[in-house]
């Protein structure tokens, strides 16, 4: 019989970083984790193996409304987290339908079904500081216009606002979340942190001789993804549901983060740097800082791990992953 204490929860993009980092948090706070995954010709569950066999884990895609109609029917979730996405900013000039599709109309998708099948789930949508692209004023907090500069980001847009409308048109305990880059040992290889740690490990190991990047004038608001789920969960567990900032309100380079990277297995970055004009991209989004005043106050929400602790812990990680 099915225990009705315990909560429940579903995350889609469970086989992701923050999918990951999630299921591990909700099922320390004693929920049983239902995890969407799309069908893959390959087994993609590396990040979740660990924790694996305490997971439900369904086939469904964002792409597919009867899919999340179904997985919502079937298991009665009491929260759902909306993590998928393609979420590679890069790949969005490439592929600019497929992600309208997915990290747009993916999120429409999943709140009719929500909607459908039980109006009191609680909602968390994976909304981004690429929303603000060009910004429109420094820091960037929950009243900052939005300007995105990639489809990513316009797509991240319509994501947060159908999540507003949802709530207000249907009453829906919906919540978007502006989260700032976070990033952990678990980052996809594409994205400009885990490039970089990974190739200061494998260069120390003398595997690899040189990383090649785009624009290293960039400035970022990089925190730890292990302290921003922490965020997340924090807004479903509010009476309200509202919108909020989650950063760590400091900003650094993609030059400094090649520093840190460098500096941490001992190596000087200018020796193994090359700018390649392949990585840089049609629009760029310069610099990025957050204001998550309203999460401290509100969520009571801080993070622990700053920059520095964040790329070293990056670096040892790489460094390990490679000599094992
Ligand atoms: P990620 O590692 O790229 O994970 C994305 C997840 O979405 C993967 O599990 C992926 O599945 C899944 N997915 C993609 N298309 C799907 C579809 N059509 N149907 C179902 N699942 C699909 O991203 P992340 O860094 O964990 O980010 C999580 C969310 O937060 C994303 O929405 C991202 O846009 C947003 N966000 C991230 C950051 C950040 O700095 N990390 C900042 C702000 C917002 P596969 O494994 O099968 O590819
Ligand atoms: O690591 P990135 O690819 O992350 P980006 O574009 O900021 O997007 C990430 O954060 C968003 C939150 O703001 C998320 F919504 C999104 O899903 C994703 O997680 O690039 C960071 C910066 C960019 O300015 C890019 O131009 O690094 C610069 N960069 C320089 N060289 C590079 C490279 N980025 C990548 N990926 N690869 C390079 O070689």
């Given at each position: 019989?099915?225990?009705?204490?315990?909560?429940?929860?579903?995350?889609?993009?469970?086989?992701?970083?923050?999918?990951?980092?999630?299921?591990?948090?909700?099922?320390?706070?004693?929920?049983?984790?239902?995890?969407?995954?799309?069908?893959?010709?390959?087994?993609?569950?590396?990040?979740?193996?660990?924790?694996?066999?305490?997971?439900?884990?369904?086939?469904?895609?964002?792409?597919?409304?009867?899919?999340?109609?179904?997985?919502?029917?079937?298991?009665r979730p009491r929260e759902v987290y909306n993590l998928a996405a393609q979420s590679f900013v890069q790949a969005s000039w490439s592929q600019p339908v497929l992600t309208g599709e997915t990290?747009?109309?993916?999120?429409?998708?999943?709140?009719?079904?929500?909607?459908?099948?039980?109006?009191?789930?609680?909602?968390?949508?994976?909304?981004?500081?690429?929303?603000?692209?060009?910004?429109?004023?420094?820091?960037?907090?929950?009243?900052?216009?939005?300007?995105?500069?990639?489809?990513?980001?316009?797509?991240?847009?319509?994501?947060?606002?159908?999540?507003?409308?949802?709530?207000?048109?249907?009453?829906?305990?919906?919540?978007?979340?502006?989260?700032?880059?976070?990033?952990?040992?678990?980052?996809?290889?594409?994205?400009?942190?885990?490039?970089?740690?990974?190739?200061?490990?494998?260069?120390?190991?003398?595997?690899?001789?040189?990383?090649?990047?785009?624009?290293?004038?960039?400035?970022?608001?990089?925190?730890?993804?292990?302290?921003?789920?922490?965020?997340?969960?924090?807004?479903?567990q509010r009476d309200t549901p509202d919108d909020f900032v989650v950063a760590t309100g400091e900003t650094h380079s993609v030059r400094e983060l090649c520093e840190v990277a460098f500096a941490?297995?001992?190596?000087?970055?200018?020796?193994?740097?090359?700018?390649?004009?392949?990585?840089?991209?049609?629009?760029?989004?310069?610099?990025?800082?957050?204001?998550?005043?309203?999460?401290?106050?509100?969520l009571d929400w801080k993070c622990d791990v700053d920059f520095y602790g964040l790329i070293e812990m990056m670096v040892a990680a790489d460094v390990h992953a490679l000599q094992r």
């Amino acid at each position: 019989m099915e225990d009705v204490l315990t909560p429940k929860a579903l995350i889609t993009g469970i086989t992701g970083q923050d999918g990951s980092y999630l299921a591990e948090l909700l099922l320390a706070e004693g929920y049983d984790v239902v995890g969407l995954m799309r069908r893959s010709s390959t087994v993609n569950i590396e990040r979740i193996s660990h924790i694996q066999d305490r997971l439900t884990l369904v086939s469904g895609d964002l792409m597919d409304e009867v899919s999340l109609i179904n997985v919502l029917r079937d298991h009665r979730p009491r929260e759902v987290y909306n993590l998928a996405a393609q979420s590679f900013v890069q790949a969005s000039w490439s592929q600019p339908v497929l992600t309208g599709e997915t990290t747009a109309l993916g999120v429409t998708r999943l709140l009719d079904a929500i909607r459908i099948v039980d109006p009191t789930i609680r909602f968390y949508q994976a909304s981004s500081s690429e929303m603000f692209g060009r910004v429109r004023s420094v820091p960037q907090n929950e009243l900052t216009s939005f300007y995105p500069r990639s489809p990513y980001g316009v797509a991240k847009v319509y994501g947060h606002w159908i999540t507003v409308n949802y709530r207000e048109s249907y009453g829906l305990h919906a919540s978007s979340g502006i989260l700032f880059n976070h990033e952990s040992p678990r980052r996809g290889l594409e994205f400009v942190t885990r490039k970089v740690t990974h190739a200061a490990a494998a260069i120390k190991a003398g595997r690899q001789r040189e990383v090649r990047l785009g624009n290293l004038d960039a400035q970022r608001d990089w925190g730890y993804a292990g302290d921003y789920v922490r965020a997340m969960w924090a807004m479903l567990q509010r009476d309200t549901p509202d919108d909020f900032v989650v950063a760590t309100g400091e900003t650094h380079s993609v030059r400094e983060l090649c520093e840190v990277a460098f500096a941490a297995v001992g190596l000087a970055w200018e020796n193994h740097v090359v700018v390649d004009p392949a990585f840089l991209r049609p629009a760029e989004v310069d610099l990025l800082i957050g204001d998550a005043t309203k999460a401290h106050r509100e969520l009571d929400w801080k993070c622990d791990v700053d920059f520095y602790g964040l790329i070293e812990m990056m670096v040892a990680a790489d460094v390990h992953a490679l000599q094992r």
